[in-house]
């Protein structure tokens, strides 16, 4: 099991990814199981869309695939014209496409499905070069505008210490205590856990055999999820929490024995009622409210993408939002 990773700070303490291709999306360049008669570079565009579609069908692609790339090259045949001749398609054509849709038909599109039409006008055009059809491929050298998320938005200090606050508070509350409240802001804010990674923690996965020094262990039963296994250090005070959390609720095996949903209810509720009202208090707020709080706080950035359970590919975007939200 690795070192656990500890947290930044002493006080108790992750967007719509681009639109691609869906993934029984042909391959640029798959010219395998050519039945249809054979193009030429002298072919009109709409019959190389009709072959394409043919192709599709036979290599068995869901229907939502098909009906996806029909209707991006629909509109780009539209702009080219059905009877172009395939040879006088340049990249330069390709280029002006995206812009007439948005400015000669009045059509306005996010950057996803900007991203998506790319791919579209990449596959079929490489499609059609890797089968012979033409010679140079206009629709390589466009470049692949990958959709922006925006940044998420991450809760102040002030209103942390009024979470916990308010959660202490409930502990203690004469008509209806519950500690359920301050132990899972605690564990979120300390550990920036996913949802479901909270909600499927088992018991054993809390080592309080050291109470100065507890630990959570976030694990995966799949090979391919083995870099998000994780073992996380805690801050001291929240094992008396656990303590009373576990004489309240009594759970036999998981955690929290009751659905995500309802953990989100938690935090809602927890949110209302510290007035917080510019951000939705939930997992993803939290998660990363403690990514940005330990980078500050001069967490190395390896040790952080680790703690977020992220491979080196996924921690690129991560780590550059958290460098602006962070104000470096």
């Given at each position: 099991?690795?070192?656990p990773i500890?947290?930044?700070t002493?006080?108790?303490t992750t967007?719509?990814?681009p639109e691609?291709a869906p993934?029984?999306a042909?391959?640029?360049g798959d010219?395998v199981g050519?039945?249809t008669p054979p193009?030429?570079?002298s072919s009109?565009?709409g019959e190389?869309v009709?072959a394409?579609?043919e192709?599709?069908v036979r290599k068995?692609?869901?229907?939502?695939?098909?009906?996806?790339?029909?209707?991006?090259?629909?509109?780009?045949?539209?702009?080219?014209g059905r009877d172009t001749?395939?040879?006088?398609v340049s990249t330069e054509?390709l280029?002006?496409f995206?812009p007439w849709m948005?400015?000669?038909r009045?059509l306005?599109f996010?950057g996803?499905?900007q991203?998506?039409?790319?791919?579209?006008?990449?596959?079929f055009?490489?499609w059609?070069?890797?089968i012979?059809?033409?010679?140079?491929?206009?629709?390589?050298?466009i470049v692949?505008?990958?959709?922006?998320?925006?940044?998420?938005?991450?809760i102040r200090?002030?209103?942390?210490?009024?979470?916990l606050r308010?959660a202490?508070d409930g502990?203690?509350d004469?008509?209806?205590p519950d500690?359920?409240?301050y132990?899972l802001i605690?564990?979120l804010l300390?550990?920036?856990?996913?949802?479901?990674?909270?909600?499927r923690?088992h018991?054993?996965?809390?080592d309080?055999s050291?109470?100065?020094?507890p630990?959570?262990?976030?694990?995966?039963?799949?090979?391919?999820h083995?870099?998000?296994?994780r073992?996380l250090t805690l801050n001291?005070a929240?094992v008396?929490a656990?303590?009373?959390?576990?004489e309240q609720?009594?759970p036999?095996?998981?955690?929290f024995?009751?659905?995500p949903?309802?953990?989100?209810?938690v935090l809602?509720?927890l949110?209302?009622?510290?007035?917080?009202?510019y951000?939705?208090v939930g997992?993803?707020?939290l998660?990363w409210?403690c990514?940005v709080?330990d980078?500050?706080?001069?967490?190395?950035?390896?040790?952080?993408?680790?703690?977020m359970?992220?491979s080196?590919?996924?921690?690129?975007?991560?780590?550059?939002?958290?460098?602006?939200l962070?104000?470096?």
């Amino acid at each position: 099991m690795p070192d656990p990773i500890s947290p930044a700070t002493e006080e108790p303490t992750t967007p719509a990814a681009p639109e691609e291709a869906p993934a029984d999306a042909p391959v640029a360049g798959d010219g395998v199981g050519e039945l249809t008669p054979p193009l030429r570079a002298s072919s009109a565009l709409g019959e190389a869309v009709a072959a394409f579609h043919e192709y599709m069908v036979r290599k068995g692609f869901s229907s939502n695939t098909i009906k996806a790339f029909e209707n991006d090259l629909k509109f780009l045949t539209d702009y080219l014209g059905r009877d172009t001749k395939l040879y006088h398609v340049s990249t330069e054509d390709l280029d002006g496409f995206l812009p007439w849709m948005s400015e000669s038909r009045g059509l306005e599109f996010s950057g996803k499905t900007q991203a998506r039409r790319i791919t579209t006008m990449k596959v079929f055009f490489g499609w059609l070069h890797g089968i012979g059809t033409i010679g140079t491929d206009p629709a390589e050298p466009i470049v692949h505008v990958r959709a922006q998320t925006p940044l998420p938005i991450i809760i102040r200090d002030a209103d942390i210490t009024r979470l916990l606050r308010t959660a202490q508070d409930g502990i203690w509350d004469r008509q209806k205590p519950d500690v359920r409240p301050y132990l899972l802001i605690s564990l979120l804010l300390q550990t920036g856990i996913k949802k479901a990674e909270c909600a499927r923690l088992h018991l054993s996965d809390l080592d309080v055999s050291r109470p100065q020094s507890p630990t959570l262990a976030v694990r995966y039963a799949e090979d391919r999820h083995a870099h998000k296994n994780r073992t996380l250090t805690l801050n001291a005070a929240i094992v008396p929490a656990l303590q009373q959390y576990r004489e309240q609720y009594k759970p036999k095996e998981f955690l929290f024995e009751c659905t995500p949903r309802n953990l989100e209810y938690v935090l809602e509720e927890l949110g209302e009622k510290s007035g917080i009202r510019y951000v939705q208090v939930g997992f993803e707020a939290l998660r990363w409210t403690c990514a940005v709080r330990d980078y500050r706080n001069n967490m190395p950035e390896d040790v952080l993408r680790q703690k977020m359970g992220l491979s080196k590919i996924s921690w690129r975007e991560t780590r550059e939002k958290i460098f602006i939200l962070a104000g470096r």
